[in-house]
């Protein structure tokens, strides 16, 4: 487009990289139904065997495998501002396999006022991928180890990054001191270690492409560094979101996990790389308006999916002592019953402590006058 060959970008290179991250989307997102249907198909059939035994699993393993191979590789061709938000087109594809593959229907009265928002949400972030993608960053440098250095060491960087340390460490001594476990600090955290993760993927997908290349690039330690932090940064980060995954329900954190996490992107992406120093006030706006209407689509999409039951409080009675307890916490199904009585026929094998119930079972006094022989009257007398 506005960014030749002579600057260390083109038009191709872009394009390349914009396909590679919509084609491993779409893969993933493929992958991740066919292995649900694997597990679907399992617990309907009774199947002994496990889920990794399965040909299906194993083929949707593969697809995953390379569905993040082309994203991976994709940070290497185009910015990462534009690659960021790419992630809904996961979110679009899975919503719509969920209707057709995995077969996610219901009846036809309820159908247009159970998925009329998640129309709406596919149709709202196609139009929104269309203008980020349009008006997004044309220009990318061709990240050597030279290139990587000199932007750690900038003070803009720099800057940034102790901002985000100290962010952090803040968000981090509340969730683990305070115990905050809202969500939206749990992604917090998971979004700021995802800014690391991506600007260190895309620093060792570029250098790795151009060892391919023919100009090496491994043997600087830069690339250790990278490689180090990129790892150590995913394993955190699945970290915080199986914590957030036990807590509350996932499309609820698809949603603003893909919002938190692509803002923080794309800042890093115009902090670390400088992808909009060459973009003009119009185009970075109309950029901006695009991955609105991006993340509006996707809070559509995930709010009419179906949620997961809830865990119900119930009543048990321990036989032992006739004291009766209230079950308030865990996230599992109520147990069957087990051969003791309780309410509900449920017993307690939650593996929660259960709470006692504030009821006085203590039997009344009856005013009753002591057993005493005096007081009967004589035997009579028989002939």
């Known amino acids: 487009m506005r960014y030749n060959k002579d600057d260390g970008g083109s038009y191709t290179d872009n394009l390349i990289g914009t396909l590679l991250a919509i084609f491993g989307n779409v893969l993933v997102s493929i992958a991740l139904s066919i292995q649900k249907y694997s597990h679907v198909t399992l617990a309907g059939t009774k199947d002994p065997r496990a889920f990794y035994r399965t040909k299906t699993w194993w083929c949707g393993f593969v697809l995953t495998s390379l569905g993040e191979v082309a994203n991976f590789v994709s940070y290497a061709f185009a910015p990462l501002a534009l690659v960021a938000p790419l992630n809904a087109v ?114 060792v997908s570029g250098m790795l492409v151009l060892t391919i290349e023919g100009n090496m690039q491994l043997d600087y330690p830069i690339f250790s560094v990278m490689f180090v932090c990129m790892v150590a940064s995913v394993v955190f980060q699945a970290r915080f979101l199986s914590q957030a995954c036990k807590l509350y329900d996932s499309c609820l954190i698809a949603s603003v996990n893909y919002i938190l996490s692509t803002t923080f992107a794309v800042i890093a992406g115009a902090v670390f790389y400088l992808e909009f120093r060459k973009e003009d006030a119009l185009h970075i706006c109309l950029f901006l308006l695009g991955s609105a209407v991006c993340f509006l689509g996707v809070f559509l999409i995930t709010k009419n999916r179906k949620r997961t039951k809830t865990f119900e409080p119930y009543v048990t009675l321990n036989m032992s002592n006739g004291v009766p307890t209230i079950h308030d916490k865990g996230l599992v199904v109520q147990p069957d019953f087990n051969g003791s009585f309780s309410y509900g026929a449920l017993v307690n094998n939650d593996g929660v402590a259960p709470a006692n119930l504030p009821v006085n079972l203590e039997k009344p006094t009856v005013n009753s006058r002591p057993v005493n022989a005096s007081n009967w009257p004589p035997d009579l007398k028989t002939d």
């Open 90 to 203: 996961s979110v679009l594809t899975s919503s719509i396999l969920g209707l057709i593959f995995l077969r996610e229907k219901s009846k036809p009265k309820d159908f247009a006022r159970r998925y009329g928002l998640s129309f709406l949400g596919c149709i709202v972030t196609t139009g929104g991928t269309y203008l980020f993608v349009a008006f997004g960053p044309n220009s990318h440098e061709k990240l050597k180890a030279e290139n990587i250095v000199s932007h750690i060491v900038g003070w803009p960087v720099l800057l940034y990054l102790l901002l985000e340390i100290i962010m952090f460490c803040l968000l981090l001594y509340f969730y683990k001191q305070r115990s905050a476990n809202h969500l939206v600090i749990i992604l917090l955290l998971v979004a700021l270690l995802g800014s690391v993760t991506v600007i260190t993927v895309k620093a």
